[in-house]
């Protein structure tokens, strides 16, 4: 499972294997915001923990073809299903190598560009902590619907179809627990209910996901 | 004599010669008979005029778009357990109706919104609920047609319909956490006092009644197709395959 683990991220991390495009499209999509609604700093500070959330989850979105594609396509996933390991765990470091390579820079640029947007000062730490415990799941989520699609010639924009319905739960209570945050109330609930969602996928997503690719290489 | 008997095509088949032009019938009848009485034969309400009449297609159709999903996700879970196909076929048969009776729905609350609260539409818990339960349908209905072999797209949407049914119920209390509501709360249910006065119940359980065969009749049809089409699809391929 770490040599899978430790392949993946050398793939990603290698050239052509498209690690820092997300945040560059994070950083983007964070730019653009200004631009859409003007640079009024009261009304970007009200909307920048929704706006950090929304630009994280997408610039999630933008790898999740790759988990398995390639893979696919050389044949290394058939190799895979066949080996020791059973495909259950190859899914879980998949979307562990998904999460170190996307969620985890997400995660640690989201206060950066949280100032840029003027985001209140008491919402840097929630910002990033709700993002450290919610983007796993997004990863988890976006692994599931790439071994749907993995079979499928332009996969691409039906799995944003498939994906970003799961991802509603996941981002109301993780932009919440900022949000409650910064208008003074108890955010316990939202960021306790972020968690149950995250520990529930790494539970059973795996499962779903593995037969789902089992399906597709039959 | 069991149900699983009829998941054989051919008994379904012959089963639903009998059923569906019953069900059709009796869908138009209490369909026609429902909405005339609910329309033209209920006095208005003393708050909300004439518009209190759009309950006798909103209730019905927001009910359908919900118990939709519920029947895919049994039928979808038989398929997974038992590999029958009929059950993967009614499930994909079901879908687009669902979808239809989740804008139905959708629609029809919003041209009963505008005069009596003031807005085509509000991000209400119940509101934002039903128009995730549409982007959900959406994903199942395109998952289904990317996907050419059969089998694989009856086993990839039945996965999904599993999950997304944890997610969409999940989403419901989400929505609710995350906004308070506005629309009403339910018009029936069995165990609580009454919500609606008796001259608007009781047209309006003939036309769920109407609603509910109309469904019967509708999922009854497109599975017929269904079977119609893959039975189609397995003579060409034999007639190939002699030619070959």
Same mark, same amino acid.
């Given at each position: 499972?770490?040599?899978?683990?430790?392949?993946?991220?050398?793939?990603?991390?290698?050239?052509?294997?498209?690690?820092?495009?997300?945040?560059?499209?994070?950083?983007?999509?964070?730019?653009?915001?200004?631009? +859409?609604?003007?640079?009024?700093?009261?009304?970007?500070?009200?909307?920048?923990?929704?706006?950090?959330?929304?630009?994280?989850?997408?610039?999630?979105?933008?790898?999740?073809?790759?988990?398995?594609?390639?893979?696919?396509?050389?044949?290394?996933?058939?190799?895979?299903?066949?080996?020791?390991?059973?495909?259950?765990?190859?899914?879980?470091?998949?979307?562990?190598?998904?999460?170190?390579?996307?969620?985890?820079?997400?995660?640690?640029?989201?206060?950066?560009?949280?100032?840029?947007?003027?985001?209140?000062?008491?919402?840097?730490?929630?910002?990033?902590?709700?993002?450290?415990?919610?983007?796993?799941?997004?990863?988890?989520? +976006?692994?599931?619907?790439?071994?749907?699609?993995? +079979?499928?010639k332009r996969g691409g924009l039906l799995l944003s179809l498939l994906v970003l319905p799961l991802y509603i739960p996941t981002l109301i209570f993780g932009a919440q627990s900022v949000t409650l945050h910064l208008q003074q109330l108890s955010n316990a609930t939202a960021f306790s209910v972020l968690a149950a969602i995250s520990l529930f996928t790494f539970a059973l997503i795996p499962f779903a996901a593995a037969r789902a690719l089992r399906v597709n290489l039959r | 004599m069991s149900l699983w008997e009829y998941a054989?095509?051919?008994?379904?088949?012959?089963?639903?010669?009998?059923?569906?032009?019953?069900?059709?019938?009796?869908?138009?009848?209490?369909?026609?008979?429902?909405?005339?009485?609910?329309?033209?034969?209920?006095?208005?309400?003393?708050?909300?005029?004439?518009?209190?009449?759009?309950?006798?297609?909103?209730?019905?159709?927001?009910?359908?778009?919900?118990?939709?999903?519920?029947?895919?996700?049994?039928?979808?879970?038989?398929?997974?357990?038992?590999?029958?196909?009929?059950?993967?076929?009614?499930?994909?048969?079901?879908?687009?109706?669902?979808?239809?009776?989740?804008?139905?729905?959708?629609?029809?609350?919003?041209?009963?919104?505008?005069?009596?609260?003031?807005?085509?539409?509000?991000?209400?818990?119940?509101?934002?609920?039903?128009?995730?339960?549409?982007?959900?349908?959406?994903?199942?209905?395109?998952?289904?047609?990317?996907?050419?072999?059969?089998?694989?797209?009856?086993?990839?949407?039945?996965?999904?319909?599993?999950?997304?049914?944890?997610?969409?119920?999940?989403?419901?209390?989400?929505?609710?956490?995350?906004?308070?509501?506005?629309?009403?709360?339910?018009?029936?249910?069995?165990?609580?006092?009454?919500?609606?006065?008796?001259?608007?119940?009781?047209?309006?359980?003939?036309?769920?009644?109407?609603?509910?065969?109309?469904?019967?009749?509708?999922?009854?049809?497109?599975?017929?197709?269904?079977?119609?089409?893959?039975?189609?699809?397995?003579?060409?391929?034999?007639?190939?395959?002699?030619?070959?």
């Amino acid at each position: 499972m770490i040599a899978l683990l430790r392949r993946d991220l050398a793939l990603a991390l290698r050239s052509g294997g498209g690690f820092g495009l997300s945040l560059a499209f994070f950083l983007i999509v964070v730019m653009f915001v200004p631009f +859409g609604i003007g640079p009024n700093s009261a009304t970007l500070a009200t909307i920048a923990p929704g706006i950090l959330w929304i630009g994280a989850l997408l610039a999630c979105l933008l790898s999740l073809d790759r988990i398995f594609q390639l893979d696919y396509e050389d044949g290394s996933l058939d190799l895979l299903a066949t080996a020791p390991l059973p495909l259950e765990g190859v899914v879980a470091m998949k979307a562990l190598a998904h999460w170190l390579t996307t969620g985890l820079p997400l995660t640690l640029a989201a206060p950066l560009l949280g100032f840029l947007l003027n985001l209140p000062a008491g919402g840097y730490f929630w910002m990033f902590l709700s993002l450290l415990v919610g983007t796993p799941a997004l990863s988890f989520l +976006g692994t599931f619907g790439a071994a749907i699609t993995v +079979g499928l010639k332009r996969g691409g924009l039906l799995l944003s179809l498939l994906v970003l319905p799961l991802y509603i739960p996941t981002l109301i209570f993780g932009a919440q627990s900022v949000t409650l945050h910064l208008q003074q109330l108890s955010n316990a609930t939202a960021f306790s209910v972020l968690a149950a969602i995250s520990l529930f996928t790494f539970a059973l997503i795996p499962f779903a996901a593995a037969r789902a690719l089992r399906v597709n290489l039959r | 004599m069991s149900l699983w008997e009829y998941a054989n095509p051919r008994r379904f088949m012959r089963l639903t010669d009998i059923v569906l032009p019953w069900s059709a019938g009796g869908a138009a009848l209490l369909m026609t008979v429902g909405l005339i009485w609910g329309f033209f034969f209920t006095p208005d309400d003393y708050e909300q005029g004439s518009t209190v009449k759009i309950i006798f297609i909103h209730v019905p159709a927001a009910m359908l778009a919900i118990n939709t999903w519920f029947m895919m996700l049994v039928t979808s879970l038989v398929w997974l357990i038992r590999r029958h196909h009929v059950s993967a076929l009614a499930a994909k048969a079901a879908a687009p109706v669902g979808v239809t009776m989740t804008l139905i729905a959708l629609f029809t609350g919003a041209i009963w919104g505008e005069p009596m609260w003031g807005t085509y539409w509000a991000w209400d818990p119940r509101l934002t609920s039903f128009m995730i339960l549409f982007v959900f349908y959406l994903g199942y209905i395109a998952l289904w047609a990317a996907i050419e072999d059969p089998d694989t797209a009856a086993d990839l949407t039945s996965i999904l319909c599993i999950v997304g049914s944890v997610f969409a119920f999940l989403s419901r209390y989400a929505v609710m956490f995350w906004n308070q509501g506005l629309h009403q709360g339910a018009s029936l249910s069995l165990d609580k006092a009454q919500h609606v006065a008796d001259v608007f119940s009781n047209p309006l359980y003939v036309s769920i009644a109407g609603f509910i065969l109309f469904f019967i009749a509708m999922v009854l049809l497109r599975t017929r197709t269904e079977i119609r089409a893959r039975r189609m699809s397995a003579l060409i391929a034999r007639e190939r395959q002699e030619a070959a």
